[in-house]
């Protein structure tokens, strides 16, 4: 496994599909158990044309965004081959 590293929220570009996957109450819990414990489980990204783009972890990164963090913990991953 990848070393975890802080990048950008702004950052993190979330593919039109995976967007409209987000369900607000389990944003909303996220971002409870968040400020009570802080980001546990980094989120995975790959790199691609420029920028990170989200593989795992939308509720996590929206929840930090909802509290107003500009960082998110992330695992920089390879894609996936089919």
């Known amino acids: 496994m990848p070393n975890p590293i802080p ?6 570009y979330v593919p039109v599909k995976r967007a409209k996957t ?3 109450e389990k944003v909303e819990a996220l971002a409870n158990d ?17 920028r990170y783009v989200l593989i795992e972890g939308y509720h996590r990164l929206e929840a930090l965004r909802a509290l107003g963090e500009e960082r998110v913990v992330v695992f920089v991953v390879q894609a996936r081959q089919h």
């Open 7 to 12: 990048l950008r929220i702004a950052d993190v």
């Open 22 to 24: 987000l369900e607000p």
């Open 34 to 50: 968040i400020l009570e414990n802080g980001q546990i489980t980094p989120i995975s990204v790959r790199e691609g044309k420029g």
